[in-house]
């Protein structure tokens, strides 16, 4: 940038060719930046330079001693890289955080703020030395927590001063976390045994466990801290992937992937031996895909499962870990999102001695929670329950639950088979797949069973389409399935940074609103803060569209009406479309437009 930014000077007709000359001599004998030895010769102020870059770039300029910085802004820049950089972090809104820097040109930073925070960076720009001051100021005496920081360099990860996870940090989890190893990481041992000591990590961890959890201590530290991490911030996955020249760490938390650090590429191996380890996995086996549980202790009650999938990959074992909160399970009906009708129909289908029910909606749509909530509801001491899962997720007390295997031959048929010899009141299938299974299925309903299970469908009216084209008899259909649910997962407003937003009237008429509404809803969104890592989302709720199959649709269906006629006749027999129940939830100002035009299609 020095020779660009000394001809445009030039050029600007603010400093000459001589006085450019002078500069770059002094760089070249003493360093530093060329505006700052410009202004250290005299040729040029602050103000001035400050005034050029801004209207060069097209960045606002900013007093940043006039600033009063969030310190929750110093965890996601640490000091090393914000000294290393010359840059301060001084708002951040929703995902997007804003950086001053005296350099706005330099694209390189930028880049690598973006990936290391995962946000949306913007620049404004200040001089140098108000930086430095307000480093100096704001970083003086902490220590920034690395997994406290949403993503850090390989440099970051080796050099940092402090890497602590005390007990304090588990707070809100619990009294206390047991590890089989101390929680706090001799930053000298992770350098010697991580950087010193990488061939000996490399041949080891594909012999000896023993000696793996002896040379390799701060691993294990490391890999406790990234599990800390997820439990912290209410991760539902943790991605660990190799690739040829970066290793990262990724989390899900509310749906969305966020990047939580980026470590040393030869560690690789190791992280995921230890892994493996934790879910007694076989650490020599490296050709196939692998699956196990690690179970994870907070506090004296609390258990936290992690249910782990290694598959081999180019370059390396890419390993998911997915976490089991029983805890944060939310079985009460009333909670999940249904609206007051809908929810009186499914509890009404709940309340039948037979018949069934499916729950549709593509993976991760929260229909497994929306099963196990019915589960919880109907468990009691006279009835029996039986379900056949894959995988079972979480387990219940008086609940019979079989882990389908497919690989033996237990598949969810067979499993639905056996059932049927097992004197049950009710059955749950984990999903059905195939013709066998529905038919089954549709048996058991038909014999006395109420059977609860889910299918991936768009919509409610479309399952009975997919039930048809899986070969069975439409009077089969009309005969057993008493209702259908469809569901989505939206983001829920964080309550502590919940702002009005102007949406205008011809885009809430498009969204599914009257001309009415339109004219006198609120909209709200999230502004971003502290705690909800500047996301604007905290947590999700689920949108429903619940179709009981009353007398007239099923006579439709032994008619063999199209799935848009059902649908048009459920919608005026009272259902509720995901979409009108995403537009309930906007007006209830617990998520945003957004959110809603994401999952859902206009009807």
Known sequence: MASRLGQLLVSSGIITEEQLKEAINLQRREGGRLGTNLIKLGYITEEKLISFLSKQWGVPAINLSEYKIDPALLKIIPYEVARKYRIMPVARVGATLTIAMSDPSNVFVIDDIKFMTGYNVEVVVAGESAVITAINNYYKGNKVDIVATKGKSTQDILKAKDYTLSEEDLRDEGPSISFDESLNLDVDEFDKVVGEALDDVEVIEETDEEAIKEVERPIVKLVNGILINAIKERASDVHVEPYENSFRIRQRVDGRMYTVMNLPVKIKNAVTSRIKIMANLDIAERRLPQDGRIKLKVGKKKEIDFRVSTVPCLFGERTVLRLLDKSNLQVDLTKLGFEKDALGDFMAALAKPYGMILVTGPTGSGKTTTLYSALHHLNKVGVNISTAEDPVEYNFLGINQVQVREEIGLTFASALRSFLRQDPDIIMVGEIRDFETAEIAVKAA????????????????????????????????????????????????????????????????????????????????????????????????ALYEVMPLKEELKEMILEGASTDDLKKTAIRLGMKTLRMSGLVKIKQGVTTVEEVLKVTFGD
């Open 446 to 541: 038909l014999t006395g069973h109420l059977v609860l299970s889910t299918l991936h469908t768009n919509d409610a009216p479309s399952t009975i389409s997919r039930l048809l084209n899986m070969g069975i008899e439409p009077f089969l259909v009309s005969a057993s399935v008493i209702l259908i649910v469809a569901q989505r997962l939206v983001r829920k407003i964080c309550v502590e940074c919940k702002v009005e937003e102007k949406v205008p009237v011809p885009a809430l008429i498009q969204l599914g609103f009257s001309e009415e509404e339109a004219g006198s809803i609120k909209i709200f969104k999230g502004k971003g803060c502290p705690t909800c890592n500047g996301l604007g989302y905290k947590g999700r709720i």
